[in-house]
C-alpha cells in the first residue's frame, strides 16, 4: 500500500503536546493527527461527518483502530502523515495512515482506523452506493471531483 | 476565597499525558480537568450543558479562561482539584478552580473559568433566575438540592 | 480474561473533553485513560517508566496499540477502565484494558497496549527477570508486595 | 499590537479533535495550537526550550496563561494563529496569540503566555541577555538571523 499516492496528506512538527517526559511521541498522540487527516478528506469530498445522517440517511463510526510505533520520534521532530485507503468490506472498511518523519523518509508509525456505516439510529448497515463510489475511485487512485458530490 | 469549602472536588494523579519532555506538567493539561470538574458539578445540579437549550431558552458558553502556575508539579503527583464560584455578575460568573497537591497541601494551580449566558442563538443574556437562585447558593455555600432543579 | 479479577482499575465520568460534535466519545480519548491506568499500575508496582533504565538498565517502550470500540458511549457516561496481563512473550507483552459502562455494567470498549523491553540505547533485549516476575505474579492474579520491588 | 506582522504564524482546521458536543470549539483545544506556534518559533531562533539549561544555564517556565473566547468557531472552521511579543519585563515575559478565522479574517480567540526564566534549579532570575536580546529585536518586529543564536 505505501507505494501507492496517497489520497490526502498532513505535516506537522512534534511539539510539547506530542511528547512526554520520556522525551518521546506520547502514545496516543498519533490518534488525532490520523484523525484530522481523515475528517478533512471526507469533508473534501463532500462527505461531511456531522452532516452525513441528515442528508444521506447513513452515518460511519469507528468501531476499531490501530497503530505500530516503528522508529522512536521526539520533540521538534517533522512528520508527514499519509492517508490510503485500505480493505473495503461490505459494512465496513479501513483508512490506512502512515507516518514519516520528512527528515529521513523514514515510515516511524502506522496506523488503522477501521469505519462501519450505520444507520441515523445506530445498526450496522451496508456501505450505501455513495460512499461506496467514492471508495471504489480512491482504490483505485482517482477520488471523484467533489462537486460530483451531491 | 480559599478558606470556604470547596463546591465539588475532583482527585487525580499527573501521568504521561498530563506532563512533557521538561519533565513537568503540560500548561495546557489543567484546564480539561477543570472542564470536567466544572461540567459534572452542573450537571449534578440538573444544568446539563447539552440541554440547557432546550429545556430553558438559555444557554451558556465560556468567554475568558486563565491560569496561574504557582508550584511545579511532575508525573505522579497526586492532585485535588476543588471547585469554587467567583464573581457572579449581571450577565456572567467566574467558576474558581484551584490545584492542590495532596502529598503536602499546597496550592500549586489556579485556574478560572469564566461563563456568559447567552440566547439559543448566541446572543448575551441576563443570567436568567434558574441559574441565578443556583449561583447565589452556591456564594453561600449551600447547594440547592438537585430535586429542585425544573 | 475479562472473567479474572482486573489487577488495576479508574473510574472517571465521560466529559466534554472525551466527547466530539458527533455528541459520542472521540475514538482518541480512550488512549490517555488507559495509558493512567497502566502508568499507576506499574508505578504502584515499583516500576516507575521513568527510572527504569537508571535503576535497573532496562526500559520499556509501546510498540503498538489497538482499541474496538464495542458500544457508543456519550457525555456524563461512567466508566469503569479495567487492567489485565495478557499474553507474556520473551521480548514483549500485552496489557489489556476494558472499558466497562457502570450503569449497566456492560464492556463498551477494549483496548490493548503492547509493550516492548529495550536497553537504555533502544534496542529489544528479553524481558528482565525483575519484571518477569511481576508479570508471572500478574498473570497469577497474585502482584507481589510493592516492596519486594528493588 | 494587532497591527503589526506576526513574528510566526501556523494554519489549521479545527477538526473533531478541537470541539466538544456543543459542536463548537472545546475551551481548551486553543493552548496546545498556542504551544506549538511558540516553541516552534523559539526552536527557529536556537532557543531550543529542552537545552537551554544545559547550554546557557537559564530555563523558562509558563507562569500564567489565559484566552478570550471573541466568536463562536466550529467544526471545519480554517485558522491562522499568529505569534507576536507583548510586555517584556525585568524577568518575564509575554506572547500574544491571534487566532484569526481565515474565512473572513475575523479575530476568533485571542491568547497570552507569560514566559518567567528561571535558574537550572528553578529560582526566577532576570531574563539573561542571550534570551533579552531576541525579545527586543521581536519587538522591533526584526528577529535576529537565527546563526546569530550562539
Redesign the interface.
Known amino acids: 500500500m505505501s507505494d501507492t499516492a496517497p489520497l490526502h496528506q498532513l505535516e506537522?512538527?512534534l511539539?510539547?503536546?506530542d511528547?512526554?517526559?520520556?522525551?518521546?511521541l506520547?502514545?496516543?498522540a498519533w490518534?488525532?493527527w490520523m484523525?484530522?487527516l481523515q475528517?478533512?478528506w471526507f469533508?473534501m469530498n463532500g462527505l461531511?461527518?456531522?452532516q452525513l445522517a441528515a442528508e444521506h440517511g447513513f452515518w460511519s463510526?469507528?468501531?476499531?483502530?490501530?497503530?505500530?510505533?516503528l522508529v522512536?520520534v521526539?520533540?521538534?521532530d517533522h512528520i508527514r502523515a499519509e492517508l490510503r485507503v485500505g480493505r473495503v468490506g461490505r459494512r465496513s472498511f479501513d483508512m490506512l495512515h502512515h507516518l514519516v518523519r520528512t527528515e529521513d523518509q523514514r515510515l516511524v508509525g502506522r496506523g488503522l482506523?477501521r469505519v462501519v456505516t450505520v444507520t441515523p439510529s445506530?445498526e450496522s448497515t451496508p456501505i450505501p452506493d455513495l460512499l461506496r463510489r467514492h471508495l471504489d475511485a480512491w482504490v483505485q487512485g482517482h477520488p471523484l471531483p467533489a462537486d460530483v458530490s451531491p
Chains 1, 2, 3, 4 share one sequence.
Open positions: 506537522f512538527r511539539s510539547y503536546a511528547t512526554d517526559p520520556a522525551g518521546i506520547y502514545y496516543a490518534f488525532p484523525e484530522r475528517s478533512e469533508w461531511r461527518q456531522d463510526v469507528t468501531c476499531h483502530t490501530e497503530c505500530d510505533y522512536p521526539g520533540l521538534f482506523i445506530g
